[in-house]
T-cell receptor, first 112, second 113 residues
Framework: NAGVTQTPKFRVLKTGQSMTLLCAQDMNHEYMYWYRQDPGMGLRLIHY???????AKGEVPDGYNVSRLKKQNFLLGLESAAPSQTSVYFC???????????FGEGSRLTVL | GQQLNQSPQSMFIQEGEDVSMNCTSS?????WLWYKQDPGEGPVLLIA?????ELTSNGRLTAQFGTTRKDSFLNISASIPSDVGIYFC?????????????FGDGTTLTVKP
């Protein structure tokens, strides 16, 4: 089993470009999350989903959009990338009955 | 919003020493979790705590859910080089909700052989 897979793992964008990060899970977990990690700031929640077809804003949602058309996939989009969005992005899943998060390996994004 | 204060921010210790770190919050949590992140990887769960006062061990790691439900502690005994990494605490309001885990800023552990 792959667990939680993020693609791409690395990406460099120019300011104003758009891109989509894909998170795919094979654990049949209901909940999925997108976090960003910046040095010294821990993990901050961008958006999350409690099930197929549902999404909600987290702590730092501005500049990002998400979609969960299928239970196993959670997409994070940047419509017009800004240098402040340079970060490492982590997807995580969670089963409905425990608090444990299962993380992907991360996607490192640089916006020039 | 909820905030977690995790300390210390970093630790430099000698192999074989014990390590202690903690998280405190102004809010009550129903679940406390401790994760470890190795370089270039995503965090991995070490210990989950679901009851106030609970003390749980995982090998050389021991974690406690504070009785006030506003804090948690992680201890590592007899540290080894592979303990190097970033340790995060996380609190959740309810284990069966989309808990929206709130994370501390992490404790970076360096172990000198």
């Amino acid at each position: 089993n792959a667990g939680v897979t993020q693609t791409p793992k690395f990406r460099v964008l120019k300011t104003g470009q758009s891109m989509t990060l894909l998170c795919a899970q094979d654990m049949n977990h209901e909940y999925m999350y997108w976090y960003r990690q910046d040095p010294g700031m821990g993990l901050r929640l961008i958006h999350y989903s409690v099930g197929e077809g549902t999404t909600a804003k987290g702590e730092v949602p501005d500049g990002y959009n998400v979609s969960r058309l299928k239970k196993q996939n959670f997409l994070l989009g940047l419509e017009s990338a800004a240098p402040s969005q340079t970060s490492v992005y982590f997807c995580a899943t969670q089963p409905w009955d425990t608090g444990e998060l299962f993380f992907g390996e991360g996607s490192r994004l640089t916006v020039l | 919003g909820q905030q977690l204060n995790q300390s210390p921010q970093s630790m430099f210790i000698q192999e074989g020493e014990d390590v202690s770190m903690n998280c405190t919050s102004s809010s009550i949590f129903n679940t406390w979790l401790w994760y470890k992140q190795d370089p270039g990887e995503g965090p991995v769960l070490l210990i989950a705590l679901y009851k106030a006062g609970e003390l749980t061990s995982n090998g050389r790691l021991t974690a406690q859910f504070g009785t006030t439900r506003k804090d948690s502690f992680l201890n590592i005994s007899a540290s080894i080089p592979s303990d190097v990494g970033i340790y995060f605490c996380a609190g959740q309001g309810s284990a069966t909700n989309a808990g929206k885990s709130t994370f501390g800023d992490g404790t970076t552990l360096t172990v000198k052989p």
